[in-house]
């Protein structure tokens, strides 16, 4: 009872009441008469295939591994309780959102204090790139929610070495990897994580390795029957997903490279491979089953590769751009509401707080990646986190979309720099006096 009054406290509900609040607005006046598109569509999809044709899959009968399994799930089961109407999807994910905020608040509190975690969680409730995601059926809340989950987690784990924290995070970090299909690279990071920690003997190194041993095996158990199912519906050993062929040859083909392509909307994005590179797509049946998307996937893999080698002398440029484009501060995603009803003064009313908060953000966040330098082992699973996202974007393409789930961290840090600016304001206040 005790640790549970030290999460239900005024402050956490005033910022859970207020992230809810907003999210339900958004959702009440941007998101009228949205409808899922791409991939949002496509997680309807196999969602709707689940309750209706009880098969994991994208066309009837044909089983997919093109997807991770946990967003496709999670709708199906709301659908199958309140009927299938997307507004209900996007009312849990608010109630998601407004719990991402509650983390915010709960990391900055431990870390900077009670009044730094209240303005911090505030400023998650109001901060549009952690609300526009609760607004259509994108896997980015629920990736995001869990990810900053497990990286608290590891704090209150580094401070406190519970068995009871220890299988919690194996759990978070299994559904993480049921959600993408990047799950080996959060663990890899995890172990690093780990040895630094007993290293460093911020952790003794039995604990260390105790909670290694024990956040691995939890998640890898959570996450094998997948990989299990996979290998029985294609053959083929393959992780949780396919889909990194798709992503590569989107990002690199003639059309990204050119500027002057539709006027140069795609530069350094992604164009659909259908256009892009329609005589590959051919070479595979529209009806493509899971052996099929295995191999798809290697050929569109081996085709970007290519592109790569043939095209050395333009990656540097490329790459670059990729790398600013992540930073943006509004975000060009055509089936986003906002982008979908640009008109609408409350979408035009969002992508104002756009402009205004994020710049105020990504330069506190700055900020406080310096100055909070001597807390460095309370953060050092959010600084791989913020190395492997850029890298992640780099190497594929930057939209940002692709910064969601650092979003919340980026408040984190940004706590640290007011946590920071008031502790120099405080000492010269004493020191006058």
Partial sequence: MKHLRSFITPPALIVFGLALLIRFVYNETVTIGYYPLHDSLTYQTIALNLLHEHCYCLLPHLATVDRAPLWPFVIAVIYGMLGPHDHMVRLFLSILGSGTCLLVYYFARDLFGSRIGLLAGLLAAVYPFLYIYDGWLYSESLYTFLLLAFC???LLMQRKPRWLVMVISGLLLGLVSLTRPNGPAILGLFILWVGVMGWTKAMSWPVALRSAV????VSLVLVAPWIIRNYRVSHNLIGVATGDGKVLIGAYNNEIANPNFQNGIYFATWFRPEEAVPTLVQQFPAQCAAPCEVARDGAYKTAALQWIRNNIQTMPKLLG???LNMWRITSEEADLPLNRFPHRPSS???VTMMVILTPIVFALAALGLVATWR???DL????FML???VAQSVV???ISRFRAPIEPMLLVLAAGAIWWLMTIVSKRKKAIA
């Avoid at 024990?214 to 095996?217: G, M, P």
Wanted: hydrophobic share 60%; aromatic share 24%; glycine share 4%.
């Fill in 321 to 323: 751009l990729h790398a």
């Fill in 396 to 398: 594929l393409y930057g």
């Fill in 380 to 383: 050092l699973f959010i600084y």
């Fill in 348 to 350: 035009q009313f969002v």
């Fill in 375 to 377: 807390r460095w082992r």
């Fill in 152 to 154: 608290y987690s590891l």
């Fill in 214 to 217: 024990i956040v691995s095996l």
């Fill in 387 to 389: 190395l492997i996202t």
